[in-house]
């Protein structure tokens, strides 16, 4: 049945054409932007010429995707097109895309989120970059698209409205909430959510948390007790810490990743809102400075608007013309 890895899962052909659907459209701005300029660069018949390199990597740059992570890309690119004596612009647009495709890559240790019962995973980052929602998609594709049993820690009592929206996201994809009142102790929210989760023998606990980052050390405390609770339960979890990124807060966001990066252990990234910005090549600087893998991006505000993150569908999607 399964056909071949999307995003580094088993997935049927009709499945893949789905997801690449959602990732082509989600990068519609960027490559109708700056990649746009790029794709039309590389299909010249044009000779190459140092000009040619400048300007990629200008735009690599006005792109978002970082002045270091940019001058490596070219580099390589280059490198690899003087040694292979290629002349014209368009023959070097294969090595250009597989170049980017690996900058997407890096290996890292992971659960399977389909054999670990139950996985739990923690969802932190910023205010605002889109938590509640992704928690709302995730629980959408966990109990929709691959049947599991899911429950939601509402870990976030910073703020009551908080509690409020992730019941009414709940309710919609139809999961229950473990919560406490607004002002509640996040670990207390987290200890309840476990033995719940126990009790009713789910496979998946996404614990949802408040994104305040006022002050660092309270950050670092509130999720490190959160990580504790569930630790103490299951030695290994949680399983998947998925920090949130808003692809349009472009390097400002990649500022906040490198102080989550000290408070929690990081496990993936979440790139949300990339269907809201012409500068989706953050998503090259983030692998590149925070040396973890992009899980999922948001591609919307509905529950449905997620996709797997694939580096070879999302830089086709980018050259798409
Ligand atoms: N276009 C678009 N909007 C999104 C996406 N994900 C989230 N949003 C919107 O971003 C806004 C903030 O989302 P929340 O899920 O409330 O963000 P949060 O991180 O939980 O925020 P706090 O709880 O305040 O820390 C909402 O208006 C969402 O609809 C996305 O992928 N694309
Ligand atoms: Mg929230």
Same mark, same amino acid.
């Given at each position: 049945m399964f056909r071949r890895l999307f995003g580094g899962e088993e997935r049927t052909e009709q499945e893949i054409k789905q997801e690449e659907k959602k990732i082509e459209q989600s990068v519609q701005k960027t490559r109708s932007g700056l990649f746009g300029r790029i794709t039309t660069m590389f299909q010249s018949d044009e000779p190459i010429t140092a000009e040619l390199w400048d300007e990629l990597e200008e735009l690599l740059i006005a792109g978002d995707v970082g002045a270091e992570t940019s001058l490596k890309i070219v580099e390589q690119v280059r490198g690899k097109v003087e040694k292979k004596g290629l002349k014209r612009a368009s023959e070097a647009r294969s090595l250009l895309k597989a170049e980017l495709v690996e900058r997407l890559k890096v290996d890292t240790p992971q659960y399977s989120e389909r054999s670990t019962k139950p996985y739990v995973i923690l969802v932190v980052g910023v205010n605002g970059v889109g938590k509640t929602t992704l928690i709302a998609k995730l629980s959408n594709r966990y109990k929709n698209g691959m049947q599991k049993k899911v429950i939601l820690a509402a870990a976030d009592t910073f703020r009551a409205a908080a509690i409020d929206q992730l019941q009414h996201w709940a309710e919609r994809v139809g999961v229950p909430v473990i919560a406490q009142q607004p002002g509640s102790d996040p670990g207390a929210v987290a200890y309840d959510a476990t033995q719940a989760t126990y009790n009713q023998q789910s496979d998946v606990l996404i614990i949802d948390t408040a994104g305040r980052l006022q002050s660092k050390h309270n950050l670092m405390k509130e999720l490190e007790k959160i990580s504790n609770v569930v630790k103490k339960r299951w030695q290994y979890a949680p399983h998947e810490v998925l920090l949130v990124l808003d692809a349009t807060t472009g390097q400002n966001g990649l500022i906040q990743a490198k102080a989550f990066m000290q408070a929690a252990n990081v496990t993936h990234i979440a790139l949300t809102k990339l269907d809201?910005?012409?500068?989706?090549?953050i998503a090259f600087a983030i692998v590149q400075e925070i040396e973890r893998p992009i899980k999922y991006?948001?591609?919307?505000?509905?529950? %449905?608007? =997620?996709?797997?993150?694939?580096?070879?569908?999302?830089? %086709?999607? =980018?050259?798409?013309?």
């Amino acid at each position: 049945m399964f056909r071949r890895l999307f995003g580094g899962e088993e997935r049927t052909e009709q499945e893949i054409k789905q997801e690449e659907k959602k990732i082509e459209q989600s990068v519609q701005k960027t490559r109708s932007g700056l990649f746009g300029r790029i794709t039309t660069m590389f299909q010249s018949d044009e000779p190459i010429t140092a000009e040619l390199w400048d300007e990629l990597e200008e735009l690599l740059i006005a792109g978002d995707v970082g002045a270091e992570t940019s001058l490596k890309i070219v580099e390589q690119v280059r490198g690899k097109v003087e040694k292979k004596g290629l002349k014209r612009a368009s023959e070097a647009r294969s090595l250009l895309k597989a170049e980017l495709v690996e900058r997407l890559k890096v290996d890292t240790p992971q659960y399977s989120e389909r054999s670990t019962k139950p996985y739990v995973i923690l969802v932190v980052g910023v205010n605002g970059v889109g938590k509640t929602t992704l928690i709302a998609k995730l629980s959408n594709r966990y109990k929709n698209g691959m049947q599991k049993k899911v429950i939601l820690a509402a870990a976030d009592t910073f703020r009551a409205a908080a509690i409020d929206q992730l019941q009414h996201w709940a309710e919609r994809v139809g999961v229950p909430v473990i919560a406490q009142q607004p002002g509640s102790d996040p670990g207390a929210v987290a200890y309840d959510a476990t033995q719940a989760t126990y009790n009713q023998q789910s496979d998946v606990l996404i614990i949802d948390t408040a994104g305040r980052l006022q002050s660092k050390h309270n950050l670092m405390k509130e999720l490190e007790k959160i990580s504790n609770v569930v630790k103490k339960r299951w030695q290994y979890a949680p399983h998947e810490v998925l920090l949130v990124l808003d692809a349009t807060t472009g390097q400002n966001g990649l500022i906040q990743a490198k102080a989550f990066m000290q408070a929690a252990n990081v496990t993936h990234i979440a790139l949300t809102k990339l269907d809201g910005t012409a500068k989706g090549g953050i998503a090259f600087a983030i692998v590149q400075e925070i040396e973890r893998p992009i899980k999922y991006i948001g591609t919307g505000e509905t529950m %449905d608007d =997620l996709a797997l993150f694939d580096p070879q569908a999302f830089v %086709d999607a =980018l050259f798409e013309e």
